[in-house]
């Protein structure tokens, strides 16, 4: 078993500043890539930022204003999105992911947490 939990959204006015974080634990044996996506009504759910084997990946709308980063604690691996000068287009459900192999699989599978809510708005 595993678990993404997230936390850390919220609602904040054009400008301001959020760090969502997510906390993976469980039955984890090697993490390919961690990452965050958004998603709004009526569309599909889009990455965000990514961490793939130490390199970071972002999305055009979000360069310079976003930064991923993780940490490896004992049992539990944190990822963290440091949103910054946050624009009304970016509210959206945040998701956690990723992408691990379980001890004893020979294959990886995705997991996701259950989504934090980020409104942006005056």
């Known amino acids: 078993q595993v678990q993404l939990v997230e936390s850390g959204g919220g609602l904040v006015q054009p400008g301001g500043s959020l760090r969502l974080s997510c906390a993976a634990s469980?039955?984890?044996?090697?993490?390919?890539?961690m990452g965050w996506y958004r998603q709004t009504p009526g569309k599909e759910r889009e990455v965000v930022a990514n961490?793939?084997?130490?390199?970071?990946?972002?999305a055009d709308s979000v360069k310079g204003r976003f930064t991923i980063s993780r940490d490896n604690a004992k049992s539990t691996v944190y990822l963290y999105l440091q949103m910054n000068n946050l624009k009304p287009e970016d509210t959206a459900v945040y998701y956690c992911?990723?992408?691990?192999?379980?001890?004893?699989?020979?294959?990886?599978?995705?997991?996701w947490g259950q989504g934090t809510q980020v409104t942006v708005s005056a």
């Open positions: 469980g039955s984890i044996f090697s993490i390919n890539a």
């Open positions: 961490i793939i084997s130490g390199s970071t990946n972002y």
């Open positions: 992911n990723a992408n691990l192999r379980a001890p004893f699989r020979s294959t990886s599978k995705d997991y």
